[in-house]
């Protein structure tokens, strides 16, 4: 398969790309309320929302063409965006992949000589032939002597052009009247951009995964060894570990006392990073765990923990909050929910009763396979308390439920550092449902509810 030439750099040729779009799709939807107006009025809504619909993947389809930070930025958006954008404009952004073509070796070559030196690809023999490609970086295999490596290589321009091209998507985002500009965008906004920024500077990524290998002290855990000095603000080498994804056939096939194992440990590892370490790590897609399955006969599997760029920093104070709510949730404590959610500033104190009851509901629903009972909830429950992930589907109905709280006046868009979390544990929840985990899962938080 042939690599790229490059990845098209913010500026004016991206700038007015996408200004196209917005137009073309501003144009859509006008077309489209045109075309609507002699429908019957029970139509028109429908075909208002197909057009939007329309217009929102076309918009889409545009931004992957672009791809570089475009793409991650659209992926963020899919997140923090769903209480300011359209349904179907959020959906669309979710169908963003961040799989892509590498960049040739002509390309890439020069730029790991910038970082490493001149002599850096032969030093390390680099493969030429990149082992993976994503939005902002590709990987490629090399070795140090007799140990096998893996680099993490930014692509060239990527972060000069991240300024412009969030500037340009909300332009864009404006111009086809999807938002509105006002504090709140503002907001999100700045706060977006700098997580993008912070998460291409591998330096600290280099950091942050040295911090949280220093942390662990459970064998269930595996941090890989990384090189800083083979590694800068645009290169990361580390260690090549060559565990399995947790879909491959050789996890799926553990015995499920096995499964449920390594469930317990990506369940563990969430509250550890939020209680603990006041550490998070918010992209938490399989691709940044592998699963290393012992051979040895002992049932000693490890998760691989992989990609430290979007781990956030959690103050001390909202991750105090944050256990409060949780375990109040645990426990279904609807009074204490509120209490904690107003300190998280997902509540204010003037939220109508409807709104923070609704809101609390929705934090003890999605807690549900960490009740000490499950009278209440038998279909999902098995003998001895313990709980089916797979087949309850317990993210498909939080989710139906949560698009109604978002619905209700009143109802405020949470801090981001809260939309991360749920990020986070709506990503760790899909992993154990897909492992088909069938737990127990109470105790993990009873240890903190005796804290």
Not at 232 to 244: A, C, H, Q, R
Not at 279 to 288: C, V, W
Request: proline share 4%; glycine share 6%.
């Amino acid at each position: 398969m042939s690599g790229m030439k490059s990845i098209k750099k913010g500026g004016l040729n991206r700038r007015v790309s996408l200004g196209l779009a917005g137009a073309k799709g501003g144009l859509g939807l006008l077309q489209a309320k045109v075309s609507g107006i002699f429908l019957p009025q029970e139509q028109k809504k429908a075909h208002a929302e197909e057009a939007l619909e329309r217009e929102a993947l076309k918009f889409v389809a545009h931004l992957g063409e672009l791809k570089g930070a475009y793409v991650k930025i659209g992926q963020m958006l899919a997140l923090y965006g769903e209480h300011i954008l359209p349904k179907q404009v959020t959906d669309a952004l979710h169908t963003l992949e961040s799989s892509t073509l590498p960049l040739d070796w002509e390309v890439i070559e020069p730029a790991i000589e910038d970082e490493l030196g001149p002599d850096a690809t032969k030093l390390l023999a680099i493969e030429r032939k990149a082992m993976a490609a994503a939005s902002l970086s590709q990987v490629h295999c090399g070795s140090i002597g007799n140990e096998a490596i893996c680099f993490k290589i930014q692509y060239p321009g990527i972060t000069d052009a991240i300024e412009d091209d969030f500037k340009n998507v909300i332009q864009m985002l404006s111009f086809a009247k999807w938002i509105k500009s006002g504090r709140q965008m503002e907001q999100l906004t700045k706060d977006l951009k700098e997580y993008l920024l912070k998460e291409v500077r591998y330096s600290y990524e280099l950091m942050i995964a040295e911090e949280v290998s220093s942390l662990i002290d459970d064998n269930r855990y595996k941090v890989p060894k990384y090189f800083p000095e083979y590694s800068s603000d645009k290169i990361l080498t580390m260690e090549y570990v060559n565990g399995f994804d947790v879909m491959d056939q050789e996890v799926q096939q553990l015995s499920q006392r096995r499964r449920n194992r390594l469930a317990e440990a990506m369940l563990e590892l969430f509250f550890k990073e939020a209680f603990e370490w006041n550490l998070m790590q918010t992209d938490p897609n399989f691709g940044n765990y592998r699963v290393l399955i012992d051979q040895s006969g002992n049932e000693q599997d490890r998760l691989v923990l992989l990609d430290f760029g979007a781990v956030h920093e959690l103050t001390p104070a909202f991750s105090r909050s944050l256990k409060k709510t949780i375990l109040a949730a645990q426990d279904q404590n609807e009074a204490s929910v509120i209490e904690g959610l107003i300190k998280l500033n997902c509540l204010s104190e003037n939220s109508s009763k409807l709104v923070q009851e609704s809101f609390s509901r929705f934090c003890i629903y999605i807690l549900e396979p960490f009740r000490k009972s499950f009278e209440d909830v038998p279909k999902y429950a098995l003998a001895n308390e313990v709980y089916d992930w797979k087949h309850s589907r317990l993210l498909k109905r939080a989710g139906k439920l949560g698009s109604q709280q978002a619905l209700l006046k009143g109802f405020q868009i949470p801090p981001p550092e809260f939309m991360l979390m749920v990020r986070k544990l709506t990503g760790v929840f899909t992993f154990v449902a897909a492992l088909g985990a069938r737990t127990r899962s109470y105790p993990v938080l009873a240890k903190y509810q005796a804290d």
